[in-house]
C-alpha cells in the first residue's frame, strides 16, 4: 500500500473536510480520469466567429487541448465531437477538426447528436469505451457556430431542382419549369421548436415557470447572479479552461463576451420574448445564442500515471433520462439527479460542487422547485420523497450558461471542467453535473476529485 501525500487508496482524505468520504471505484471496473480540458471563448452568434465553419472553432479546441495536455496525437486513441445543428459540409466534425488540427488519418473519429446534453453523450461514449478495454485515450468535445446555420430551399424548390437534374430532354426541363412557382422560393430555416410537439423550447420554459409559479423578478435576481458570479469568476481568473482563438484574419479572442452583470432595474424593462403580453421568460433570463467549442482529455487511470500525468478527476456514474416532451421538456435534471445519487450510493449533502446547465431562469428555479417537492416526487415520479434542493452556496459557483453562452453541442464539457476545478479550488471531493435537453431528455453525472 502506498501512501501519497496523505492519502489513503479507499477513503480519500481531504483536508478542507470534516469527514471522510469513500472513493466511488468500482471492483473490476478501471478508472476513467479527466487529464484536462479546454473550451475556447464563448461568444454570442454574430461576433468574432461569425466568418468562420464549425470545424474551424472544434480544431481550435483540439489545437488548444494538445497545447494544454501536451499529449502525443499518436497516443490518442478515437475522438468524439458532439453539435448540434450540422454543417452539411461537414456532417462528421470531429473528423475534419481532427485532420484539420493534425492528428493521424489513422485516429477514427465521430460525431454525436442528443441536443444539449451532445458532449455529455461525446464524454461518456469514451467512458464507455475506456472502461470496456476497447481504448486507454480518448478525446472527447462538442462544438457549435450559431452564427451559420444551414437555410434550405423549401421541400418544392428542392424537389423542382432535383427532378430537373435528373431531366433528360429540353421538352422535360421546359415543362418542369412551367411548374415554378415564386412561393417556391421561400427558405426553411433549422426548426427552433420541438418536431414532437411544435412548440418553441423558450415557451415551454415560460409554462414551466408559470406552472411551479416561479416569479418574473426570482428569474431576473437569478440570471443577474450568474452574469455576477461569471463576471467575478472571469476577473479573478478561475475560468482557466478558456484558451485564447486567434481568429483567421481578426484579432485574438481571450474571454467570454456574453458576460454582462446588469441591474433589476434594467432587466425589468425587457418585455416577454416568447408569450406575450404575460410571460416571465425574456432575452435577459435566458441564454443566448453562442459560437464555441470544447475538448477535453479522458483516459483509463493507469494509462494517465503511466504517462506522468496528474489527472484532475474521476468520471463516475452518470444516468441518461427522458420524460413528456410536452410539459416536462426542461425537468432532466430533476429525473436524473436522485437516479444517478443511488446508483453512486451518494445522497444530496455529500455533493460538493453543482454545475447545471442554465437554458432559462425559470428553467432552473422550476428545477429547484421539483427537486424539493414530496407531491413532485410521488405524483410525477413515483418516489417516495423528494431528492432535495441543492444548495445555492454550492451551485454554479462561477456563472452559468446564462452568462458563460450555450453553443448546444459544447456545454457538457464546460460544466465537468467547471466542476473538476471547482473541486481542486475549493477541496471538494464530489461534483454533479445536470442538463436538460431538447426531446425531454436529460442527463446527469458523478465527478471525483483526483487525490491531490
Known amino acids: 500500500m502506498i501512501l501519497v501525500s496523505g492519502w489513503l487508496p479507499y477513503g480519500w482524505?481531504?483536508?478542507?473536510?470534516?469527514?471522510?468520504?469513500?472513493?466511488?471505484?468500482?471492483?473490476?471496473?478501471?478508472?476513467?480520469v479527466v487529464v484536462d480540458g479546454v473550451r475556447t471563448p464563448f461568444l454570442l452568434s454574430g461576433t468574432s466567429y461569425k466568418?468562420?465553419?464549425?470545424?474551424?472553432?472544434?480544431?481550435?479546441?483540439?489545437?488548444?487541448?494538445?497545447?494544454?495536455?501536451s499529449v502525443p496525437k499518436e497516443v490518442v486513441d478515437y475522438i468524439i465531437f458532439g453539435t448540434v445543428i450540422q454543417e452539411v459540409k461537414t456532417s462528421n466534425v470531429a473528423r475534419e477538426a481532427a485532420l484539420g488540427a493534425g492528428f493521424s488519418d489513422k485516429t477514427p473519429a465521430?460525431?454525436?447528436?442528443?441536443?444539449?446534453?451532445?458532449?455529455?453523450?461525446?464524454?461518456?461514449?469514451?467512458?464507455g469505451l475506456i472502461a470496456s478495454g476497447q481504448c486507454d485515450v480518448i478525446v472527447a468535445g462538442g462544438v457549435e457556430l450559431m452564427s451559420d446555420v444551414p437555410i434550405r430551399h423549401s421541400r418544392k424548390m428542392r424537389k423542382l431542382m432535383l427532378d430537373l437534374n435528373k431531366a433528360k430532354s429540353m421538352g422535360q426541363r421546359l415543362s418542369l419549369i412551367s411548374k415554378f412557382r415564386?412561393?417556391?422560393?421561400?427558405?426553411?430555416?433549422?426548426?427552433?421548436?420541438?418536431?414532437?410537439?411544435?412548440?418553441?423550447?423558450?415557451?415551454?420554459?415560460?409554462?414551466?415557470?408559470?406552472?411551479?409559479?416561479?416569479?418574473?423578478?426570482?428569474?431576473?435576481?437569478?440570471a443577474l447572479r450568474s452574469h455576477s458570479l461569471a463576471k467575478k469568476a472571469q476577473d479573478e481568473g478561475l475560468l482557466s479552461d478558456v484558451v485564447p482563438?486567434?481568429?483567421?484574419?481578426?484579432?485574438?479572442?481571450?474571454?467570454?463576451?456574453?458576460?454582462?452583470p446588469s441591474s433589476l432595474e434594467q432587466m425589468a424593462?425587457?418585455?416577454?420574448?416568447?408569450?406575450?403580453?404575460?410571460?416571465?421568460?425574456?432575452?435577459?433570463?435566458?441564454?443566448?445564442?453562442?459560437?464555441?467549442?470544447?475538448?477535453?482529455?479522458?483516459?483509463?487511470?493507469?494509462?494517465?500515471?503511466?504517462?506522468?500525468?496528474?489527472?484532475?478527476?474521476?468520471?463516475?456514474?452518470?444516468?441518461?433520462?427522458?420524460?413528456?416532451?410536452?410539459?416536462?421538456?426542461?425537468?432532466?435534471p430533476t429525473y436524473a439527479t436522485?437516479?444517478?445519487?443511488?446508483?453512486?450510493?451518494?445522497?444530496?449533502?455529500?455533493?460538493?460542487?453543482?454545475?447545471?446547465?442554465?437554458?432559462?431562469?425559470?428553467?432552473?428555479?422550476?428545477?429547484?422547485?421539483?427537486?424539493?417537492?414530496?407531491?413532485?416526487?410521488?405524483?410525477?415520479?413515483?418516489r417516495k420523497t423528494k431528492v432535495g434542493l441543492p444548495p445555492l452556496e454550492k451551485f454554479n459557483n462561477w456563472g452559468g450558461s446564462l452568462s458563460l453562452g450555450h453553443p448546444f453541442g459544447a456545454t457538457g464539457c464546460r460544466l465537468v471542467m467547471a466542476a473538476a476545478?471547482?473541486?481542486?479550488?475549493?477541496?471538494?471531493?464530489?461534483?454533479?453535473?445536470?442538463?436538460?435537453?431538447?426531446?425531454g431528455q436529460g442527463h446527469a453525472m458523478i465527478v471525483e476529485a483526483y487525490p491531490k
Open 13 to 32: 482524505i481531504i483536508a478542507v473536510q470534516t469527514k471522510t468520504k469513500k472513493t466511488l471505484a468500482k471492483p473490476n471496473i478501471r478508472n476513467v
Open 51 to 69: 466568418d468562420l465553419m464549425p470545424h474551424d472553432l472544434a480544431r481550435a479546441a483540439l489545437t488548444g487541448l494538445l497545447h494544454q495536455t
Open 110 to 127: 465521430h460525431t454525436v447528436t442528443m441536443a444539449c446534453i451532445s458532449a455529455n453523450q461525446a464524454m461518456t461514449t469514451g467512458v
Open 182 to 222: 415564386f412561393n417556391f422560393l421561400a427558405p426553411e430555416l433549422p426548426a427552433v421548436s420541438e418536431f414532437s410537439t411544435s412548440e418553441t423550447m423558450g415557451h415551454s420554459a415560460d409554462r414551466l415557470a408559470a406552472a411551479f409559479a416561479v416569479s418574473r423578478l426570482e428569474q431576473d435576481e437569478y
Open 245 to 260: 482563438f486567434k481568429v483567421p484574419g481578426k484579432d485574438t479572442v481571450t474571454k467570454d463576451n456574453g458576460i454582462r
Open 269 to 332: 424593462k425587457l418585455k416577454p420574448a416568447f408569450i406575450k403580453p404575460y410571460g416571465t421568460v425574456t432575452a435577459a433570463n435566458s441564454s443566448f445564442l453562442t459560437d464555441g467549442a470544447s475538448a477535453i482529455l479522458i483516459m483509463a487511470e493507469e494509462k494517465a500515471l503511466a504517462m506522468g500525468y496528474k489527472p484532475k478527476a474521476y468520471l463516475r456514474d452518470f444516468m441518461y433520462v427522458s420524460q413528456d416532451p410536452k410539459d416536462q421538456l426542461l425537468l432532466g
Open 338 to 382: 436522485p437516479k444517478v445519487l443511488e446508483k453512486a450510493g451518494l445522497t444530496m449533502n455529500d455533493i460538493d460542487a453543482f454545475e447545471f446547465h442554465e437554458a432559462f431562469s425559470g428553467q432552473i428555479l422550476a428545477n429547484f422547485k421539483a427537486m424539493d417537492s414530496d407531491w413532485f416526487a410521488e405524483n410525477y415520479m413515483g
Open 421 to 439: 476545478n471547482r473541486l481542486q479550488k475549493e477541496g471538494g471531493q464530489y461534483g454533479l453535473v445536470a442538463a436538460c435537453a431538447a426531446g
